[in-house]
Each structure stands twice: as C-alpha cells, then as structure tokens.
C-alpha cells in the first residue's frame, strides 16, 4: 500500500488513544453524576439541567474554537482543554451544593468545547482522504472502548467507594492523555490567504442538523437512562453489578463490532450506505426504549441503538469534512460537534422537562419522531440534488 494511503500511523495511533483518555475519564461520571445531583436535593430536571448546561457552554464556546484551530492550530488548544477539564475534575469533589455543582459543569463544558473538537480536527489531518470514513469509524471505536470501560468504572467505584473515588478515577484517567496528545505531529498549516478564518461553516450546517436530530435523543438517553431503569424497577444484580450498568457493555460491543464495518460501506458505497440505516436504527433504538419494562430489553436496545450510532455519527462527521475544504476543516468540524452538542443539551433540558410533566413513554417516542425526521431530510437532500450516487454524499 502507498505510504500516503497508509492509515495506521504512529499519529493516528496516539490521537486515537488520546481520545481513549479523554472519553474514558467523561463516561466516569456518564453513568454516576446524575445519582450526585438527586443526592444534593435536586429534581430529575435538575439532572436534566446539570447535564444539558454543560453540552450548552461547550456549543456557545465551540464557534471561537473553529476559527482558532484553523488559525492557530490545533495542539495548543487541545492542551487548553485538557487543562481545563482535568481542573474540573479535581474541583468536583469538593461541591456539596447543586448551584456550585452547576458552576462546575460550566468550567468542564468550557474544556469540552476544545478537546474533542480538536481531536477530531487532527485525525481529520493525518489520515488519507479517500479512507476518511473507514479513519473516522476506527477511531470512533477508541471512544466505543471508552464507552464500555468509563461507565462500567464509575459505576464500580461508586458501589465500593463514593462520589469522590469516581471523580479522582476520572482525573487519573485523563493524565496519560498528555503525553500522546503531545507525541503527535502537528499537521497544521496556516490559512494561505492570510485570513482569520470563520467560526461556523456553511458546509456543514446540513449535516450538522441531521446529527442534531440524532443528537437530541442520544442526549435523553445518556440523561436518562439511569434514572428511567430506577423509575421503571429494573433495578437488580447481575453478576454482582447494577443491571443497568451491562447497557453500556452491550453498547460499547456493538459499536466495536460494527463501526469498521459501517465506515468502509461509506468510503465504497457513498455516506447514505451508513446514514440511511443509522439514522432509522437510532429511531428505531429510541421507539424500543420507550417500552422498556425489563433488562432483556434494555440489552437489546443497546445493540439497536448502538448499531445506529455507529453508524450514523461518523459517516455524518465524514460527510461533514467531505464537504469542507482543508482551510475550514477546524470550522467545519467545530459546526458539526456545535450541532452535535447541542443536540445534546437539548436532549437533556428539554426531555428533562418532559418527563416531569408528562411520562419516559411519551419522552422516548418524542425523540423518534425528531431522529425519524432527520431522516427525511437527508433523503430529501439526495433525491432533491440527485447526488445520491456519488461518493462522499
């Protein structure tokens, strides 16, 4: 093979493991901080409040982080942020009240807005062009790996430790994340035409609001989950640990089983070979969710949900780079996580509320219908362009 077609780099190896870090320390708390908030006196909207303000700061924050990636660069930044997070979680342990645990999640949102915006913009920038589906599926599976580990740790350490077991396990964790985020080459190059760069980018914001649609519900059940099974008695031990904590394992296998798989259909067939089907599965994961009253289903659901996030989330994000030219490709990616988080946010704000007024079931359904409407807009677009033929669409 080439070498400039080479995927497997030392690079794209340490960027990888590097994102491993980072997502591993945040799936600590994925599966614990909402139990902290109910603690501290707060409601199931407060958990949706303490959740969603964080993934809001980071997309307030996330259009600057666009425009000085590709002005200047993308390793300082991604020091920042990781600076900034590992702070916060430091601070963690010493709250003892909802509204200082609020300030928290601004600061660690902050951090966010950065890190893996500019891990992405990196990988975007030492792999080849014509395997950047296949590179985003494989990298996306270090964060699958870190979605089997993080949550299933934070749940250990809180059934055998406390709160602030799990908060010094996620700092730990991050540490390592400096020395190979620092190892890799910057590929960085400065805008030729001498301009500032843009903040968001035109040619993402469609696929940046099919994520959203995505998005919204992956941010009620990342939310929620833990609260839904305690709500709906799925509340047993199996092999000694909470039921519930066996979701993210099923989860985590099906996205690594999957990813690959769904990434080289992209490169050979077009994006839609991944994004049609994804975004129907993740509707599909959702409408399942909704009338989950015992552990078997729960697992099936994550195997449904999984295969649809899998692939949809990084078909979408090489769409995304496919259509961006390589002087805004730190814009067009911050676009698509801005959308991506935000999605995110909203998913917990909003749902939060919902199931305080209304019901999971109705919360669950709801959330279908906005992925299922995703979905028809990206058909409209390939049938509207009569593009869907074409590689990269």
Known sequence: MPEQERLWTRDFLFVDITSFLVFG???YLLSTLQYYVLQLGGSVASVGLV????????????????????????????MFGLIVILVSFIIYPLVHQL?????????????????PVAISTIVADVVPGKRRGEAMGYYSNFMDVAMAIGPFAGVLLLQF??????????????????????????????NSDGSNGSRLSRAALLPGFVMMTASIGYGCVVSFLPTLVMDRGITGNFLGLSDYAFYYIVYALTLLLTRGIWGRLSDKYGRKAAIMPGMLLLAGGTFLLAYTWSFPILLLVGVVYAAGFGAAQPSILAWTVDRA?????????????????????????????VIQHFSYEVTFL???????VGFLLYVYYLYSTRSGTVRGV
């Open 25 to 27: 320390s945040f799936y």
């Open 366 to 372: 709801a959330t279908t219908l906005i992925t299922f």
């Open 99 to 115: 509204w200082w645990l609020i300030l928290i999640r601004i600061l660690h949102g902050i951090g966010w807005s950065v890190v």
């Open 325 to 353: 030219g390589h002087t805004e490709r730190g814009a067009a990616v911050s676009t698509f996580f801005i959308a991506f988080d935000g999605g995110l946010g909203l998913g917990a704000l909003l749902m939060g509320m």
């Open 161 to 190: 430790g406390n709160y602030k077991a799990v908060f010094w396990g996620a700092a730990l964790t991050l540490l390592p994340a400096f020395a190979f985020a620092g190892s890799v080459h910057e590929r960085y190059q400065p």
């Open 51 to 78: 959740m969603g303000i964080f993934t809001l700061v980071a997309v307030a924050v996330r259009p600057i982080v666009g425009q000085l990636l590709d002005t200047r660069g993308r390793h300082l930044l991604l």
